[in-house]
Each structure stands twice: as structure tokens, then as C-alpha cells.
């Protein structure tokens, strides 16, 4: 069964501390893996997609890699207004059309 | 400027009414989904369209039905099947290729009353 694992559940960060999300896929074939950023009572906003392991995608603070088995999104020196749910989702070979499996997500907290 | 809209942005339903949720999109996209989202949960697919006039059902589609008439509009009926309808419920929308990145509107929040 095709599954995404995100740890933690949660994370506190001081303003400036760097730290790291991970994203674990177990999937048949991986189609595509995708980060979003969701802010409370927000809907998801799109953050980047990865489909090969090796990839790396960038954006402001954020830097997003990819493994075989998992993905992390690298936070540098996070200010508070990156504070938010941080999800991943996959889409695989072996799923239907529309088919992306999210994560529970990490809540990231960044105080000042 | 481009983007989806959903509406209303909260609703209750009484006791064995239908409510319907609207979600429009001017992306020019062809494929529309409805998630349902949990607090501890990942987003759940409920439905999702890749055409206008077809649409396929998702992981939770009991008590749920939709629509596709229009490439922009794809509404969500809550039926009266449905005994746990309190949710957070996005809409989103993509290009026809399932590696394309789904868009997603900003939601509507489901009570009882």
C-alpha cells in the first residue's frame, strides 16, 4: 500500500536555527513528490515538485531534496513568517489518475 | 488574477439536509479534485474530474456527489449519507497530467448544527 510519513509532527525553531523536515514514501514507482506550505484555515499553496532521486529544488529559504525512500525540506536561518504546516504528497506509477497521497504534515513554529 | 475561489468560506447543515459547496477556477485547467481534510489527518481524495461531464470517485466518496457541466466549476454535494460531515473541504485543480502540481482554493469549513 502506498503511504507518506512525515516527522516530526511538530518543530520549534528559534529565528535563525536551521533544521530539516523528512518526508518517507514507500510507493510503486514514484510518479512525483510535491511540498506544499498551508497556513491556518488556508489552503495548501504549492511549494515544489520532485521527480527523480537525486533532484534538488530551491526557493527562498527553502530547499527541497529527493532520495529513493524519502525527501527533506531544508529551512535556513527560518524567520517567524515561515512558521506554518509543511505537507508532502506523492503521486505513484501504480495510482489513478489523480491519486496524491499527503502526509499529516510537520507544524513548524519559528519564534522571534 | 488567476486562482480558484471556493464558497462559502463556512456552512452549517441541519439534520438530513443536502449543502452544496462551490469551487470555480479561471487556470484554464482540465482536472478538478475535492479533498477533505481532518485535524490529525492528510488530505483525503474525495472526487475528482479530469474531464468536463466525467468525474471518478476517490478514497471517501460515500455520502459525497458532484458535478462537472463546466471546465470551471466543479461543485461538492454533502447528501444527508454522509453522518460525519464536519471537515475542512479544498478544492483544487491541476493541468491533465497526474505529475502536474495541484492548486488548491483557500476551503470551506463544514459544521453541524
Known amino acids: 500500500e502506498d503511504q507518506v510519513t512525515q516527522s516530526p509532527e511538530a518543530l520549534r525553531l528559534q529565528e535563525g536555527e536551521s533544521s530539516s523536515l523528512n518526508c518517507s514514501y514507500t510507493v510503486s514507482g514514484l510518479r512525483g513528490l510535491f511540498w506544499y506550505r498551508q497556513d491556518p484555515g488556508k489552503g495548501p499553496e504549492f511549494l515544489f515538485t520532485l521527480y527523480s532521486a537525486g533532484e534538488e529544488k530551491e526557493k527562498e529559504r527553502l530547499k527541497a531534496t529527493l532520495t529513493k525512500k524519502e525527501s527533506f525540506l531544508h529551512i535556513t536561518a527560518p524567520k517567524p513568517e515561515d512558521s506554518a504546516t509543511y505537507l508532502c504528497a506523492v503521486v505513484s506509477l501504480g495510482g489513478s489518475q489523480g491519486n496524491l497521497i499527503f502526509g499529516k504534515g510537520t507544524k513548524l513554529s519559528v519564534k522571534p | 488574477d488567476g486562482g480558484i475561489t471556493q464558497s462559502p468560506k463556512y456552512l452549517f447543515r441541519k439534520e438530513g439536509q443536502n449543502v452544496t459547496l462551490s469551487c470555480e477556477q479561471n487556470?484554464?485547467?482540465?482536472?478538478m479534485y475535492w479533498y477533505r481534510q481532518d485535524p490529525g489527518q492528510g488530505l483525503r481524495l474525495i472526487y475528482y474530474?479530469?474531464?468536463?461531464?466525467?468525474?471518478q470517485k476517490g478514497d471517501i466518496a460515500e455520502g459525497y456527489s458532484v458535478s462537472r457541466e463546466k471546465k470551471e466549476s466543479f461543485p461538492l454535494t454533502v447528501t444527508s449519507a454522509q453522518k460525519n460531515p464536519t471537515a475542512f473541504y479544498l478544492c483544487?485543480?491541476?493541468?491533465?497530467?497526474?505529475?502536474?502540481?495541484?492548486?488548491f482554493g483557500d476551503g470551506t469549513r463544514l459544521s453541524i448544527l
Open positions: 474530474s479530469q474531464i468536463v461531464n466525467d468525474f
Open positions: 483544487a485543480s491541476s493541468h491533465g497530467h497526474s505529475n502536474q502540481p495541484q492548486h
Open positions: 487556470l484554464n485547467h482540465d482536472a
